[in-house]
């Protein structure tokens, strides 16, 4: 049935190229980020399911983000962001852990802000920022530079819950095409990765965002944060490579 395996493909694919979009917005976030703040880099950490560690999401450092690098959120600057919503700045933080993720990142930290990503009393990550650029080059970053990476982090937050949002879909979407696939006996169509097959875990805050659809516009309000509320515990488990920081 080519007919039937092209469609099926068809929404496959598609449905990719959305969730890599929606990785690219990110990421041209933090650049924005970047710029405005003139940092020499920046990244997006989250919460690692089942562990007490924090992983690079994003990164402009592509070595970090392609690695995975995670940092414990006991003892580590981002993860005291995390748990305490305060952001720091620090001049040449020294630790065998920063050592550590210098290596990794081929690069030396001398200067590094870190904000918490929160918005709607939750915490969705931390977001870094290291080293300066142009004619802050060689200078701290500010008060002034701390209450813009703020903002951004408020931002960081708006973007990640859309991008959380695509990533369900897309799992949902894909789990769909693959059991019509084996309804139909159609071949050639992918099974679901095992980070896809996950997604079942957020089939009930799916439903429940398709049923807001048709309430008011407060029980509609309401029933989103519920279903935000039941979808917390989302995440991917893997194996990282930890380093302090």
Do not use: W
């Not at 990785?23 to 003139?38: F, H, K, P």
């Not at 807001?212 to 989302?234: C, H, K, N, T």
């Amino acid at each position: 049935m080519p007919d039937l395996a092209t469609a099926l493909r068809r929404i496959h694919g598609h449905s990719g190229t959305l969730l890599d979009g929606a990785t690219s917005m990110l990421r041209e976030l933090v650049a924005d980020a970047c710029e405005a703040l003139a940092a020499a880099e920046g990244s997006i950490l989250v919460p690692v399911e089942g562990t007490n560690e924090l992983r690079f999401f994003i990164s402009l450092n592509p070595v970090l983000e392609n690695e995975g690098v995670s940092v414990p959120i006991d003892g580590s600057i981002s993860g005291y962001v995390f748990t305490t919503r305060q952001a720091m700045a620090k001049i040449k933080p020294e630790s065998a852990g920063v050592a550590k993720v210098d290596e990794v990142a081929r690069s030396q930290t001398t200067f590094l802000l870190a904000v918490p990503i929160v918005d709607d009393d939750r915490v969705y990550g931390v977001a870094t920022f290291v080293n300066r650029t142009g004619e802050k080059e060689g200078t701290p970053f500010s008060l002034d530079d701390l209450r813009s990476a703020q903002r951004f982090g408020e931002i960081y937050a708006t973007a990640m819950k859309l991008h959380r949002q695509i990533e369900f879909c897309t799992s949902s979407a894909r789990i769909e095409v693959a059991s019509h696939a084996r309804e139909f006996e159609v071949a050639g169509v992918p099974e679901p990765a095992p980070e896809e097959l996950a997604a079942l875990r957020y089939r009930l805050p799916a439903l429940l965002a398709e049923k807001a659809v048709d309430l008011p516009e407060r029980e509609r309000e309401l029933l989103f944060r519920i279903g935000e509320l039941i979808g917390e515990y989302a995440g991917t488990d893997g194996e990282r490579v930890a380093y302090d920081l």
